[in-house]
């Protein structure tokens, strides 16, 4: 399978403790871009990196979240200190670069990493 | 981006059409209409996108009116595996690094 992975797919962690994701976007796509989704709501943009800069970050991000992608290829998410309010799907997609003129490229989206702060 | 409203469920019965509304009315002129879907514990997929003209491709239709203020996702011929959460996207393509703003959506349920 040549999708977007995500590992782990479900985690489990204590208030506090610090967490970490993987994503694996689909090779040459050179966008990636994380996204937070709560139970009933549709994603919300957190960040995106083209190769191995971070872009935009949202205001969800809270200095609590930092991610990565030091080569260009995988990144990670990492939530130090996690809160109960963290609990949520969090969701990456990546696309290929973007040609002139601002031509739209679907995004490919994972499966997911299901987060729950007890 | 344009603020766009879905109503938040629909029915379906398998085998028929499926008719998914989204109005966008305050929607300019350079900002195309997409479609993904969310199928139960997977991630958004894409379905259509659209400026203007009616588009169709392998999994729906896309009907614009002509005044762009509304638009229909069109599902031909609904199966279960189509149940799913549709959101209706109206954005400029390449702004702000092309991140998407999902709204609530439209859980639309197929039944036998």
């Known amino acids: 399978d040549t999708g977007v992975s995500q590992n782990p797919r479900h985690k489990i962690t204590k208030r506090g403790q610090n967490v970490t994701f993987r994503c694996d976007p689909i090779s040459e796509h050179n966008r990636l871009y994380w996204y937070r989704q709560t139970l009933g709501q549709g994603p919300e943009f957190l960040t995106y990196f083209q190769n191995e800069a971070q872009l935009e970050k949202s205001r969800l991000l809270s200095d609590r979240f930092s991610a990565e992608r030091p080569k260009g290829s995988f990144s990670t998410l990492e939530i130090q200190r996690t809160e109960q309010g963290d609990s949520a799907m969090y969701l990456c997609?990546?696309?290929?670069?973007?040609?002139?003129?601002?031509?739209?490229?679907?995004?490919?989206f994972g499966p997911g990493t299901r987060l729950t702060v007890t | 981006d344009a603020k766009t409203t879905q109503p938040p469920s629909m029915d379906c019965a398998e085998g028929r059409a499926a008719n998914l509304p989204c109005n966008h009315s305050?929607?300019?002129?350079?900002?195309?209409v997409y479609w993904y879907r969310q199928i139960h514990s997977q991630g958004p997929q894409y379905i259509i996108h659209?400026?203007?003209n009616n588009e169709t491709n392998e999994m729906a239709s896309l009907i614009i009116t002509e005044d762009r203020k509304s638009s229909t996702l069109i599902l031909p011929h609904a199966t279960l595996r189509d149940t799913a959460v549709y959101y209706c996207i109206v954005r400029v393509p390449g702004n702000a690094g092309n991140m998407l703003t999902f709204g609530g959506g439209t859980r639309l349920m197929v039944k036998p």
């Open positions: 659209g400026l203007k």
């Open positions: 997609a990546s696309r290929p670069p973007g040609l002139a003129g601002g031509i739209f490229y679907e995004q490919y």
């Open positions: 305050t929607i300019s002129g350079n900002e195309y």
